[in-house]
């Protein structure tokens, strides 16, 4: 009898110490939230460039950003403004285009849809307060990983 009220009381620590620790933690969805201005493309694992472009490749980097980016809603905003309401504000080069937004799976996945055909989805490898990270898969022209780095411009 012993041993049962031992382990049900061992069951109910960890069940209490898991809840405030889940309590404690901020969504992804709530830090994501605000105007996150682009801070850097990178560009990884780019066929016939090694690992990594750097700073001798610039040139290349902005062919490269400009091929990439063709079919991508993203291509041209610097600016990411996140809305509560699951909509995104994007602008860039004088233009603004509002798409939908929501994070899947345990909140690594960043989808945007801009219409019902065209879904982009994101790797977001790392979110805090100040800056948030993007990875995404290019096609097969241009086979790598392209890294988005942001910076977050406003704390709500």
């Not at 889940?22 to 605000?34: H, K, N, Q, R």
């Not at 610039?58 to 091929?67: G, R």
């Amino acid at each position: 009898m012993k041993i049962g009220i031992i382990y049900v009381f061992s069951l109910l620590i960890i069940v209490v110490g898991f809840g405030t620790m889940m309590s404690f933690s901020i969504s992804p969805e709530v830090t994501i939230m605000g105007e996150w201005k682009e801070a850097s493309w990178e560009y990884e694992r780019l066929d016939g460039y090694g690992q990594s472009l750097n700073e001798e490749h610039t040139d290349l980097t902005a062919a490269v950003k400009n091929l990439l980016g063709q079919h991508l809603v993203i291509h041209e905003a610097e600016v990411w403004n996140f809305k509560p309401d699951g909509k995104l504000l994007l602008t860039g080069n004088g233009e603004e285009k509002e798409v939908d937004w929501r994070l899947k799976g345990r909140g690594h996945i960043l989808e945007i849809r801009y219409d019902k055909t065209n879904i982009e989805r994101y790797n977001l490898s790392a979110l805090d307060n100040n800056s948030m990270v993007l990875h995404f898969e290019a096609d097969m022209q241009a086979r790598g990983i392209a890294k988005l780095t942001f910076s977050k411009t406003n704390f709500n």
